[in-house]
């Protein structure tokens, strides 16, 4: 429940200057095409802090009356219903959609508030099929705009050493010699799964095209598509699991990519 760099009071003074200090900022990020969006507190939905709730919820009004934009992690929780109005993007863990009916549930009640539907997760310590999972197929099953992977590079101590911290280093690039960057599976199997993203959206886009053409039979190999389009959703498992076969990313990939031409 502490504040930290916060006022313990958000006096008139304060508001004015707070206020003042988004818009210079959100001004100065316009002119090179930059929106912000304002992340001020993290994940508050898993503590029972009250007092916390109502203060970041006039923090994020604050922002709104700047002419800003906001965004913060929410859940099923208190403080999601209460900082509502004020948000312009939901954040979600990416396990808060871990079931058809939880998940349909978090987006009606985004789309009511006209909010955009994000969501996040980190990499997975070594688990390369999860992090590809993540970045591609499991976007698309949970209609999500984009998503936060927030650990690219989480290190504890001295990041080349598993063994100097209770917590493991959770990377996805190693710092090399004079600036260099090291990459990892784990940044290669994220690159694939943004591109299993991407046939999908594609696809997604060239099926919307051609169900607008002045041609019957164009509109109806696109129905065709687009049926079979829901049934790969509904039939492919939220998360990735060690059950699952991993070849199935190369057959779905193939299947996406040859399912129609227009």
Avoid at 13 to 41: E, P
Avoid at 183 to 190: A, F, I, V
């Amino acid at each position: 429940g502490n504040l930290f760099m916060y006022p313990e009071k958000l006096t008139p003074a304060y508001k004015k200057l707070f206020k003042d200090c988004i818009r210079a900022i959100d001004q100065r990020a316009a002119r090179y095409g930059v929106r912000i969006y304002w992340y001020q507190f993290d994940e508050l939905g898993c503590h029972g802090y009250e007092k916390i709730f109502r203060y970041a919820t006039e923090m994020f009004k604050l922002v709104e009356e700047a002419g800003g934009y906001t965004a913060v992690p929410c859940g099923d929780d208190d403080f999601t219903k209460m900082v509502a109005p004020y948000l312009d993007m939901r954040i979600y863990g990416v396990n808060c959609g871990n079931s058809r009916k939880a998940l349909e549930k978090i987006y009606k009640d985004t789309r009511k508030h006209k909010a955009r539907f994000f969501s996040y997760t980190g990499c997975v310590y070594e688990n390369h099929y999860s992090n590809r999972y993540n970045a591609g197929f499991n976007m698309y099953i949970g209609n999500w705009e984009g998503r936060y992977f927030w650990n690219l590079s989480s290190r504890r101590n001295d990041v080349w050493n598993d063994f100097d911290h209770s917590a493991k280093d959770s990377v996805m690039i190693y710092p090399g010699k004079d600036g260099e960057i090291i990459p990892t599976l784990q940044l290669e199997t994220m690159r694939q799964g943004i591109d299993d993203f991407r046939y999908l959206v594609t696809l997604d886009k060239l099926v919307a095209r051609a169900l607008k053409s002045g041609k019957p039979e164009i509109r109806e190999a696109a129905q065709k598509v687009q049926s079979e389009l829901l049934k790969l959703k509904n039939e492919m498992p939220f998360f990735f699991n060690n059950d699952w076969d991993v070849r199935n990313f190369d057959r779905y990939r193939w299947r996406i990519a040859t399912m129609g031409e227009f």
